[in-house]
């Protein structure tokens, strides 16, 4: 079945270092791909989406675009900030069973220092 | 605009012991889901709903019962909770747009449920 796998954290950064998450997923087709951020004791927002292979999501300075041929959507940051810190989540919708859903990988914590 | 919320926000129950979890949104969204958060295997999803008065079942849906009576709530209920079922419940919605799926999910904060 479908399916995400993100890299294991936690990730511990200095500020204004570069962030690079790495998500990887299995699916059918091309579905749409999702990076979620998780603040502490917060649910889950979405941080940036990409619906089309070579679309590139982005938004408050990160990014990640969504490569078909390595079936990656990797999250990056120039310049990580300590308010980034957060647990991510890769996802993707995926049709099966007969309704769409979301698959979530196990999330990746990040923590930057000052 | 509050946009979903869940309550309660924490709970301690005794094993065999029932609850009833509540998600309201006031965004008119068609779309309704409870998941659970466990370390290490993010999120995943135990019913779901595509509109008020229909209910299905997601990947873990075992012990856990659920009602749309009314568009913009959602109840997740454990009829007799068991150790397991320790865990973070989140209630998302979205909206019916074009291709399902595309649009994101907003969330609730989350109810921190020990089933001891």
């Known amino acids: 079945g479908d399916s995400v796998t993100q890299m294991e954290g936690p990730v511990t950064l200095s500020e204004e270092a570069f962030l690079t998450i790495n998500c990887t997923y299995t699916a059918t087709g091309y579905p749409s791909l999702f990076w979620y951020v998780q603040y502490p004791g917060e649910g889950l927002q979405l941080l940036l989406k990409?619906?089309?292979?070579?679309d590139k999501g982005s938004n408050k300075g990160f990014e990640a675009t969504y490569r078909k041929e390595t079936t990656s959507f990797h999250l990056e940051k120039g310049s990580v900030q300590v308010s980034d810190s957060a647990v991510y989540f890769c996802a993707l919708v995926s049709f099966s069973g007969g309704y769409n859903k979301l698959i979530f990988g196990a999330g990746t914590r990040l923590a930057v220092h000052p | 605009n509050a946009g979903v919320t869940q309550t309660p926000k924490f709970r301690v129950l005794k094993t065999g012991q029932s609850m009833t979890l509540l998600c309201a949104q006031d965004?008119?969204?068609?779309?309704m889901y409870w998941y659970r958060q466990d370390p290490g295997m993010g999120l995943r999803l135990i019913h779901y709903?595509?509109?008020?008065?229909?209910?299905a079942k997601g990947e873990v849906p075992d012990g856990y019962n659920v009602s749309r009576l009314k568009k913009q709530n959602f109840l997740l209920g454990l009829e007799s909770a068991a150790p397991s079922q320790t865990s973070v419940y989140f209630c998302?919605?979205?909206?019916?747009?074009?291709?399902?799926?595309?649009?994101?999910?907003?969330f609730g904060d989350g109810t921190r449920l020990s089933i001891l």
């Open positions: 990409a619906t089309k292979a070579d």
């Open positions: 998302a919605s979205t909206q019916h747009i074009g291709i399902v799926g595309n649009q994101p999910q907003h």
């Open positions: 709903s595509v509109g008020e008065g229909t209910t």
């Open positions: 965004m008119n969204h068609e779309y």
